[in-house]
């Protein structure tokens, strides 16, 4: 019988030790995070023997339509066969660089690409919005002899001069507004009047403003009026000004102490409902928050131990109400991080590294339409988009 009473107290004090540790498990991790499965079937296969390569950009319309950017001058000699003088095979042709998708994958409508424009980027990346349907494309070649192009279709004129621009254009693709101009030189973090590899951009259309992650050769965010292209302000790193920024390259990466200045590329900018500005810090392995002045928040890191191309690629905010999540694409580990958006906790991720549906390796981009549903854009090796069902 003593034994018997020993075995049912060591029982309750199993139990009692259990419900102490799920008590103690912080609510936000307890978090029930959106579950996706992947559609095989999205998109369709691309018409007029086109074939996409890097894909950079992504945006979803207001119609539930999906634009993705990508880049024709990358694509290698061999995936462009029929596109060479003369055709080394029957397949492909390098597809224009702006493509709209429905939801069922097919192609609705696509313009741009090398000389559609004047100071058309030579390496197209990111693309956005804005409320009256207007197209912002950034750009980040920097100078030199085509080390960033594998076999390129359309041989830009001039290799020394870097993307250093952003180009507003009608939804019919003429140009509206170009902020900085296509240049040679080091970076320059505090000459507002051109740009230096501007990944991507926000357009915050009640105040007439257009926030530009300006990351790839420098490292800051710049604001410029939508309109007129006007400069307003910008920022570093924990809200550095512009006249603190090095226009060296960053130091080695501390994997033990956050980084003083954006050790870059920064390929993501996003504003929250409630008015805060998320930028990401690529090899940094973080997330900053800002107020739209500039005034730092916090931060938010991920994986620091993370070398190479780093774990903080692009964020994007879940569809609800109270934007909830943050999801942050981690392009080196393959994987998108579900963050609680208040205070930076992670509730799960989405996915694994590697090249099967579903998978990702060098995950660029992410976007959600009004169903919940989520697109992906991947850049080389696996150079596609794919689609992911909401399913609980």
Known sequence: ?????????????????????????????????????????????????????????????????????QRPRQMPGADAAAAQTPPTGECCVPAPSVIEFDSQGNVVKSWG????????????????????????????????????????IAKPKDLSLADRQVLKLSPEGKVLLEIGHPASGPANNQ??????????????????????????????????????????RGWGAYGMPLSGIDNGKPPAHDTATPDKEFRGPMDSIDISDDGLVYVTDRTGDRVQVFTKEGKFQKEFVILPKTLGTGSAWTTTFSRDKQQKYLYVCDGFNGLIHVLNRQDGTELGTIGHK????????????????????????EVAPNSRIQKFVRVK
């Open 1 to 69: 019988m003593d034994r018997m009473r020993g075995k049912f107290a060591f029982a309750q004090w199993i139990l009692l030790c259990c419900f102490s540790a799920a008590a103690i498990i912080p609510a936000a991790q307890a978090q029930a995070i959106p579950h996706f499965k992947v559609d095989p079937t999205w998109p369709k296969q691309l018409p007029n023997n086109w074939m996409m390569f890097n894909a950079p950009g992504m945006v979803v319309d207001k119609s539930d339509h999906i634009w993705v950017i």
């Open 113 to 152: 690409g090398p000389n559609f424009v004047p100071d058309w980027p030579i390496l197209e990346h990111g693309l956005t919005i804005d409320g009256d349907g207007n197209f912002w494309v950034g750009g980040n070649y920097e100078q030199g002899p085509g080390a960033q192009l594998a076999a390129p």
């Open 191 to 232: 000459d507002t009047t051109m740009l230096g590899g501007p990944a991507e951009v926000f357009v915050d259309d009640a105040a007439h403003e257009v926030y530009i992650a300006d990351g790839y050769m420098n490292r800051r965010v710049v604001v410029y009026d939508s309109k007129n292209g006007t400069f307003k």
């Open 354 to 377: 590697g090249p099967n549906a579903g998978q990702f390796n060098q995950i660029e981009k992410i976007v959600f339409d009004s169903h919940g549903n989520m697109y992906t854009t």
